[in-house]
């Protein structure tokens, strides 16, 4: 009988081993048609001219047919819009006028004391250091301005997103429908919500406040959706055992134990809508400070654009320190100290009060004397130039060198890169016989180490670095992203992605998103090369990992118009000077997960095979890295949302990608072409998000983490 059922093991063995091999050469079959489909597509390439040029007059309209609804809307909606705008635009006049009627020492010292209840004596510091310089640079009054629109913007998007998420948990047909639309609102650049806003709305501050809400609202849904779910069933089930109705469960039970998890999403609303306020300064920005930005960065004037955008970012440092102090303090129990902070409370309100009243007779503390305003613009241009002068040359070889050998190579292949003067040969047919042979030696060595899979990977790389994004034929890129997303992640993912690039390839902006591809594909991987080495050393030195979390946090912070300003400053417009700041912006979640990967491997692994006498670098490299690995290619699904984030607003640096499309559609008010663009830009984020996410999970599963 044992005899029996160890043969019977044995068959069953063979059976499994049979249908993998058969599943593998499925695979591998299915990446040799690809191969051969793009061996065909690059030889006919330059006789069939629509293999990389889409006919237009086979272009679907999509763009018209919005504008026509968009303006069909604006002309028999317009009383609804028009009460809307008043609704929101009678708070904000009044929110105007009380932060233009308080004196600035009760502003400031209200927020010092709503940080100190929050955070502590050190954001008490951090708070106060940051409005004097508000206030002594003489950006108080801007400052305010944005923060009046902010005030409003917030709670608009936590009423409606709560209300949106609690409809949602309730009903679950209904989160079947809101969930792809938050996917696609959270994905949709910042700029394509204003194209459609500003011919509804008009150019006035109250639009950059209704955009804002409507842009926030995601982070506020998903989080009251996720609460909701978290809630222990146990707690439920004795909530219905004493009686409660289905809506005292909801307020009593479910409400106050998600509190944590919305008070969380409190703190992304925020960012959320501070960061759009500041974008919606292009369209709708009078005298606020993200005004002040774009226009010293129209006059080319860094100096004071650095100045205004230390305003932005200690604004943003201000408010996510302390939502999210506030939210951490409510997770906890308050004990007696709540006795303490009422009394403290209550004292303040009374100086408050005095000070408000003493400030009606007293010009100091009701307007800071523009006498005592120090503005170190001048000084600051002064060193900007010398900096300018004294290493253009150092300057202009990091950017000829990163240029050519880089990204004009992704961006068009190497036929329209390789130059003399920068790689010392001209193009010609050796270079690329060299090519072919260099990379045949690569894929040689990638089979040897990781199979077919290694090979295909080097054989569409390397064509993509030899042809370029604009120069590979489109049934090419779309059959490899297809079928990557259809073996990493199954047929549905596989549809999604084969229905995304058609619909980029059939509404005419196929160019500009190879275009963004190419930058943004070029940016996230030295993110990712850069932030995973950064994320190592973090994860095995504790003091480099003390050093960089705090500038982690900083970067995170930074809203992202200010990181043009340094970029401008040393680099000028262009398309590298749009690649350092997608790599600045979105290095940040390659250092973290990676460091958060290694460090949350289990210890009893990390143990045994310490006991096995390993060194570090074995237990690194053949243990920590690839049971960390999922993790990390999570973090490399943030690094490309966070990459497509910056490269819309890299557009104001002169690059030509779907971001440029964005804000031309902007200027000229072409809803169509906008939203268009900015579906677009969602559906390269959301086809990375669905891939990489499959592939995490699916190796997750294998490694038995889940």
């Not at 080495?533 to 705090?550: C, E, M, Y």
Request: aromatic share 12%; with cysteine.
């Amino acid at each position: 009988m044992a005899e029996c059922n160890r043969v019977d093991a044995r068959m069953c063995n063979v059976r499994t081993t049979k249908n993998d091999m058969t599943r593998i050469d499925l695979r591998l079959a299915a990446w040799l048609g690809v191969l051969a489909l793009s061996v065909a597509s690059f030889g006919l390439r330059e006789d069939v001219k629509w293999l990389t040029q889409w006919p237009r007059k086979l272009s679907i309209p999509v763009g018209d047919w919005i504008d026509v609804t968009v303006d069909w809307m604006a002309e028999h909606l317009s009383g609804l819009f028009a009460a809307i705008a008043w609704t929101v635009d009678q708070p904000l006049l009044g929110m105007r006028v009380v932060f233009a009627w308080l004196p600035w020492p009760v502003l400031i010292g209200a927020i010092v004391l709503l940080a100190y209840y929050c955070g502590g004596w050190r954001l008490a510091l951090l708070s106060l250091m940051s409005l004097l310089y508000m206030v002594v640079v003489g950006y108080w009054e801007p400052a305010m301005l944005t923060l009046s629109m902010v005030a409003i913007a917030v709670p608009l998007s936590v009423i409606i997103g709560l209300l949106l998420g609690i409809i949602s948990y309730s009903y679950r047909p209904v989160w079947r429908v809101v969930e792809p639309i938050l996917d696609v609102m959270q994905a949709m650049p910042a700029f394509a919500y204003l194209v459609p806003m500003l011919l509804w709305f008009g150019l006035t501050p109250m639009l950059a406040v209704l955009t804002s809400a409507i842009y926030a609202i995601p982070p506020m849904t998903r989080t009251v959706v996720l609460g909701f779910s978290r809630v222990p069933v146990e707690a439920v089930e004795a909530a219905v055992m004493s009686g409660s109705t289905r809506a005292q469960i909801l307020w009593w039970v479910r409400f106050p134990m998600s509190m944590p998890t919305m008070l969380l999403g409190l703190n992304q609303t925020i960012m959320a809508a501070f960061a759009l306020v500041v974008f919606a300064s292009i369209v709708g920005g009078k005298a606020d400070i993200g005004y002040e930005v774009l226009l010293h960065l129209r006059k080319s004037q860094f100096g004071e654009a650095l100045l205004s955008g230390i305003v932005i970012t200690l604004f943003a440092i201000l408010a996510d320190r302390i939502s999210r102090g506030y939210a951490q303090r409510r997770s906890i129990s308050l004990g007696r100290r709540g006795q303490g902070y009422r009394k403290q409370l209550v004292i303040a309100v009374i100086v408050a009060i005095a000070l408000t009243v003493i400030a009606q007779f007293v010009p100091l503390l009701r307007v800071y004397p523009e006498a005592w305003v120090v503005y170190p613009a001048d000084a600051l241009n002064d060193a900007v130039r010398w900096f300018t002068i004294e290493f253009f040359e150092v300057t202009k070889w990091i950017k000829q060198k990163a240029l050519f050998f880089m990204l004009f190579p992704v961006r068009g292949g190497l036929e329209h890169s390789v130059r003399p003067h920068v790689w010392g040969i001209e193009f010609s047919s050796t270079v690329t016989w060299v090519y072919v042979g260099l990379m045949a030696v690569l894929i040689a060595a990638a089979t040897r180490s990781w199979g077919w899979r290694g090979a295909m990977t080097v054989i569409f790389l390397g064509g993509l670095y030899y042809y370029g994004t604009t120069g590979t034929p489109w049934p090419v890129f779309i059959a490899v992203v297809t079928l990557l997303a259809w073996q990493v992640g199954g047929w549905r993912i596989g549809v999604f992605s084969l229905l995304g690039w058609s619909f980029m390839l059939l509404t005419g902006i196929w160019e500009p998103a190879m275009l963004s591809v190419y930058l943004c594909g070029a940016a996230v991987l030295v993110c990712f090369l850069l932030g995973t080495t950064l994320g190592i050393f973090a994860a095995v030195d504790d003091r480099f990992s003390a050093i960089i979390r705090p500038i982690n946090d900083t970067l995170q912070t930074i809203p992202l118009f200010v990181f043009l300003i340094p970029v401008l400053m040393v680099f000028l417009h262009g398309d590298f000077s749009a690649f350092v700041a997608i790599i600045m912006y979105a290095i940040v979640p390659a250092i973290r997960y990676t460091e958060h990967g290694i460090r949350n491997v289990p210890p009893e692994i990390v143990e045994a095979a310490r006991s096995f006498g390993t060194t570090r670098a074995q237990r690194l490299f053949q243990v920590e890295l690839p049971l960390a690995l999922p993790e990390i290619m999570l973090g490399l699904n943030q690094v490309v949302v966070f990459a497509l984030a910056m490269l819309i607003v890299s557009s104001l640096l002169g690059t030509h990608d779907l971001g440029q499309k964005i804000y031309e559609a902007l200027t000229r008010v072409e809803t169509g072409k906008g939203l268009v663009a900015g579906f677009g830009i969602a559906l390269v984020a959301m086809i990375a998000d669905r891939i990489i996410q499959a592939w995490a999970t699916r190796r997750k599963q294998e490694l038995g983490l889940t």
